[in-house]
């Protein structure tokens, strides 16, 4: 057991009657995106709105910009627990809720706290303070969330052993998206912003490989967005070479992205419509696709449906991407894959006549070559019929 004897948790009455703290977590997909960064300079900010802020604990990793954006917020010194003959810091609970800040940064939600202590998990010594009334900045990765365990497992090859619940962040009042690409992340690793020199040969050969980090990045995002979508998502962005990130002005989904497939005739705009209806409900952004047969030049009718279709999605906000092919489901696929698609509306193909009836059609063809992405076939409920050649 920890050489340690807890304190009595002083909790005021005061704390108790001013309501539960405001959760705040700072999400990213590995070590490295900038979130305790950012954790730092939203401390900072409300510090300088005039609110009292406190550091709870910050692991900095030895990482020497971490600890100078630290300075000027008051830091709660950590308690020193013995375990099985080694000495550890855990951060010191009892202090933190004695000391009744406005707001207290608490980074790693996800850690383990070392037996002997009020709680085994860091997340569980977070709703203690939430439920003293004060507001928490916290941070973690999608790695941990307990339903991505074996998903992340299967992708990277690494278990991860340190979890929490999905309900914890889902309970969460705002989670901020810290996002890099994967060769950011690299370009960030190999400068020695994420380890010390002597782990980062191992880690780019093990967790950090780009394969790794891009695959992770897509399905975790997905399925995390699916827990808190309902909650208010910010998407961060980087800005400059010093990793420093700003929340993008509007909230930006995370989860479905929805393709529809068109050609310039005037049944594409009921799909359009459709499509644009299904991916509001989804709360999902949504592309257009033309794929236009090489060397063929337009009709003067087609011409103008195109015109009339380009129109209706610049008024729908949507984006009308144009590709030249013959290959109709290759090309469709490249597309899905390159932005990270999981949803494909058509239109009815008109049938297949001689020996194109030997073909696979499309819907089925699209599916072998995507699989994971849903397809379905819009039905033509206004008696006009937006066709897909196959």
Known sequence: MAELQPSTLAVTDDALSAGRGHLRVFLGMAAGVGKTYRMLLEGH??????????IGLLETHGRV???????????????????????????????????????????????????????????????????????VLSTMNV????????????????????????????????VVIIDLTPEELLERLRAGKVYPAERIDTALNSFFRIENLSALREVALRQVAEEVGHKRLTRAEPLGARGQMLAADAPQAVGERLLALIEPNPGAQRLIR?????????????????????????????????????????????????????????????????????????????????????RTPLPQR?????????????????????????
């Open 45 to 54: 900010a409300e510090q300088e709105a005039g609110r009292d802020v406190a």
């Open 65 to 135: 910009d971490i600890a100078r954006l630290a300075e000027g917020l008051p830091m709660i010194p950590r308690r020193r627990v013995t375990y099985r003959g080694t000495r550890l810091e855990e951060m010191d609970l009892p202090a933190v809720l004695t000391r009744a800040a406005d707001v207290c940064l608490i980074d790693e939600l996800a850690h383990s706290n070392a037996p002997g202590l009020e709680h085994p998990k860091r997340y569980q010594d977070v709703e203690d303070v939430l439920e003293a009334g004060i507001d």
């Open 143 to 174: 790695q941990h969330l307990e339903s991505l365990n074996d998903r992340v497992d299967e992708l990277t090859g690494v278990r991860v052993r340190e979890t929490i619940p999905d309900a914890v962040l889902a309970r969460a009042d705002e």
């Open 274 to 358: 459709r499509a644009w209806r299904s991916a509001q409900r989804l709360g999902a952004e949504l592309d257009l696709l033309w794929v236009r047969p090489p060397g063929r030049k337009l009709s003067e009718d087609r011409d103008r449906s195109l015109a009339a279709l380009r129109q209706l999605a610049s008024v729908l906000g949507t984006r009308l991407l144009v590709e030249e092919s013959d290959d109709l489901a290759a090309t469709v696929a490249e597309v899905a894959r390159r932005y990270g698609i999981t949803y494909i509306l058509m239109g009815r193909s008109s049938p297949a006549r001689g020996l194109a009836r030997l």
């Open 366 to 390: 699209l599916m072998e070559l995507l699989p994971g992405v849903d397809v379905r076939v819009v039905a033509d409920r206004g008696g006009s019929r937006t066709r897909n050649s196959t």
